[in-house]
């Protein structure tokens, strides 16, 4: 693995890392994290597709991690999605002749979701993680941040941090919490331009015409599992896999049974390059 810093065609400054196999990789990923982290919590996913033979790049979010700028905050979730289109493109001239796949996790998910519904046929197949397609709020929470953004973009909340919602493992939830650059609070901002990004998944989803895998932890308190199974049935291709891994919670590359995620990552990744 190595870190580098970027400036995407979007503007943003951030920092990106890659984990390369010995000798040609088969393919490409690109993948995006997903809310209030980094790519630095990606490196047992990382580490298993290049010793794999696979490539893996992952760029850190606009208002996370190290990237520049105000940190929980975003003008609009379409910036996510510009951002990534652009990653995508810079990371596609490295390897002109390589089948590139794009992969979110959770609010990475959804990103992938609009971001494939935007490149087409420009990437090779779709994978997600927990996707953020659906999210379970209330009508009085959905107003209440809708006001705020408006009234005060910038206001900030604390996360509720349910670390015993990202893995069986509890060593996982123990790193989360002490980890600086996980966000401890965002911006009402962000979080009415997350639940935007959600409202419009169904149409993006729609769109999407490229092979896909479709993951999800049966156990998952942060994400309910019927996301997945709505991004799965709404997508118009033949060629899609869901896979429902039982007792796993939200982090399914950070579950104690991770190797058994990454086997049917690897089959079906192998069954498309």
């Known amino acids: 693995m190595s870190e ?3 400036r995407l065609s979007t503007g943003l400054s951030t920092i990106y890392r890659k984990w390369i196999p010995q000798g040609d ?6 993948g995006v994290h997903g809310f209030a982290e980094h790519t630095g919590r990606y490196h047992n996913l990382g580490n298993f597709l ?3 033979g696979y490539a893996l790049y992952m760029y850190d979010l606009r208002g996370h991690g190290k990237s520049q700028g105000e940190k929980g905050y975003i003008d609009k979730f379409e910036n996510f999605v510009e951002d990534t289109v652009a990653f995508f493109e810079s990371v596609k001239t490295f390897f002109p002749n390589k089948k590139v796949f794009l992969l979110g996790h959770s609010m990475g998910g959804l990103i992938a979701v609009h971001t494939a519904s935007v490149l087409g046929d420009k990437i090779n197949g779709l994978i997600t993680s927990g996707a953020a397609v659906q999210l379970e709020a209330s009508t009085r929470d959905r107003i209440m941040v809708s006001l705020m953004s408006k ?3 910038k206001s900030r909340v604390k996360l509720p941090v349910k670390v015993e919602c990202l893995s ?3 060593e996982v939830g123990k790193r989360y919490i002490e980890d600086p650059l996980v966000l401890k609070e965002v911006t009402m901002k962000l979080l009415f331009e997350f639940s935007r ?3 419009g998944a169904r149409d993006a989803i729609q769109k999407i ?3 896909a895998l479709v993951m999800h932890g049966s156990r998952d308190c942060l994400v309910p599992v019927e996301a997945s199974k709505m991004l799965f049935e709404g997508l118009g291709v033949q060629d899609k896999t869901l896979k429902i891994y039982d007792g796993m919670l939200h982090e399914i590359f950070n579950e104690v049974e991770k190797e058994k995620v990454f086997r049917d990552l690897a089959d079906w990744l192998n069954k498309h390059v």
């Not at 990789?25 to 690109?30: C, D, F, R, S």
């Open 168 to 170: 069986t493992d509890p």
């Open 4 to 6: 580098e810093s970027i």
């Open 151 to 153: 009234m005060a973009p």
């Open 209 to 211: 015409r490229v092979p």
């Open 25 to 30: 990789p088969k393919a490409i990923i690109v």
């Open 50 to 52: 290049a010793q794999n």
């Open 197 to 199: 990004g959600v409202l």
